[in-house]
């Protein structure tokens, strides 16, 4: 099997086309930025309110998009690159005869239905043509799939929500559950019961056994995961942790599990939907969203400093005065606001949160609990359309607990060959890595131990193995042009393995230490996917909630009179409030939930 790597050509010089093992790994990588006028501070609006946002991902563009609606005089620094993990990237060196670079990125996207507060934004940013600015370049998938190796895989096809369905009971949740899994997984009919019972005991628990129980409650042990059969465990707890949040199902947090879950499910019925349950973007995502976002809040007078790497937050008289940068000349100077919000991930926030910023907010110190790990992509440039299906896999029996997707069927307003590349690539199978500790199929090692070379031939293996087990062949080597993996992974296959853009992860009482957006420095304020907010994962609607949380605080201690940012809560279904309020009761006299035979 042949391939290039795209992932980095800082140290070569070789042909455009070679095997996975020719040619030595490489670290780090270009990523291409968008630029941004360099400003000593920021400009000062007529009320005199200045913003300093401290990092350009999700969080901080809509921190900065709010923002700039009220009037406020805002510039964000950034790092790397504006948009953060939900970016796409230039493929170094891929453009040939006039043509775009091959769109990279970190990780595909998925925005599911359930979202409340990302679509609206993705409304609210102009797009040629489009009346409902970026959220019409949302296309949905009609289906997923469970691909196991060695068996035939499990396909579930996506409703369109229409109109609502009638009342919802608890009968009702345990009959649609239960039928689902017997019908489409397999499963023995006494676990898939045994799991509905499980599903409808969450539904109806009120929010206090919901914090007090099941935060600290393992998902396997909530599931009773280790008395059940290997495809109990593999499709419904380890499949739904470890591949979808990469957390290990034995520590994941069932209330983080479950409420999304939970979400997921009613966005199936058609409950509280922004739209179908899988939805990806019609452009790589700097052409669907990212660029064009940009570009409007620049029109807002968002002013931006890209290259700007955060590393101090000076304190004295209990405020915040001023915010340390480094220039990529590497020069450092300190940057001046009324107002800062910390949109940085959160391995990167912290250490820049000095000792004096901990001592007057506890809650920052308690941050430095929160676990991070890798969830990281690569794509795959094939020279043949490769739509496996059309939706996400969800490769439930690779050792490196991959997903997938096939991006090109989507892109219908692109023609790979005539925008992008050399002109042979036709498709782009993207793939996120989620376990990078286990070891491998082909070399025995984990991936950090793996080359990069080595690890883009591990995925395709994995790959092939999941998707060509069943009498079909649906890669083939002959096909692969090339591969681009994360730049932000860098020194693997060396001891010193690094990821510079990793995931917070929900092992169990996380929640009780995710800061709230508002500290106890008046002119400081948080927002990042690692926040406490409703959907309790880290996820751009997360950061995006989290952004709108930080805005009203800002507000608030700014004495502003402008219009506070609606922050919308996860859909919970009217028909279980009784059932809730009932569990509310048993559990202020120590009972279990009514449901819970357990």
Known sequence: MTGTDHSDRTDRTGSTRRTFVAGAAAAGGAVAALGGTAAAAPRRSKAGQSVAVLGGGVAGLTAAHELAERGFAVTVYEKKALGGKARSMDVPDSAKGGRKPLPGE???????????NLPDTLRRIPFPGNPNGCHDNLVASTEVMLARTGREDIRLPFATPGTPPGPLTPDDLVRIVKGLLITACNLPAHEAAYFAGRVLVFFTSCDKRRLD???????????????????????????????????????????????????FLLNLLGRGADGEPDRVLNAPTNEAWIDPWVMHLRGLGVRFEVGAAVEDLPYAD????????????????TVTADHYICAMPV???????????????????????????????????????????????????SPWSLTSVGQAQYWKNRDFPTDYGDGQVRDCFSVDISEWDRPGMLYGRTAKQCTRDEVAREVWAQLKAALNDTGRTVLRDSTLHSWFLDPAVDGIGTPDPRNDEQLLIHPTGTWFNRPTSRTKIPNLFLAGDYVAVDIDLATMEGANAAARQAVNALLDAAGSASPRCAVKPL?????????????????????????DLS
């Open 318 to 333: 209990g405020r915040v005065t001023g915010a340390v940068v480094r220039t990529p000349d590497g020069a450092r100077r």
């Open 213 to 263: 129980d099941w935060e600290r409650t393992p998902w396997w042990e909530f599931l009773k995961a280790e008395k059940m059969s290997k495809d109990y465990q593999q499709l419904l707890a380890i499949g739904i942790t470890r591949n979808i949040v990469a957390t290990k199902a034995e520590v994941a947090s069932t209330k983080t599990v479950a409420n999304c879950m939970e979400a």
């Open 347 to 397: 391995e990167h926030a912290r250490k820049v949160w000095g000792k004096q910023l901990r001592a007057a907010d506890p809650q920052l110190g308690r941050a430095d609990t929160l676990e991070t790990d890798w969830m990281t992509g690569i794509q795959f440039y094939l020279t043949e359309p490769t739509p496996v299906i059309h939706g996400h896999v969800n490769h439930l029996d």
């Open 106 to 116: 970190h990780g595909f996207r998925f925005i599911p239905g359930f979202y409340q």
């Open 571 to 595: 859909y919970r279904a009217p028909e279980f409030e009784g059932l809730k309020r009932h569990d509310e009761f048993r559990y202020g006299l120590g009972l279990r939930n009514a449901f």
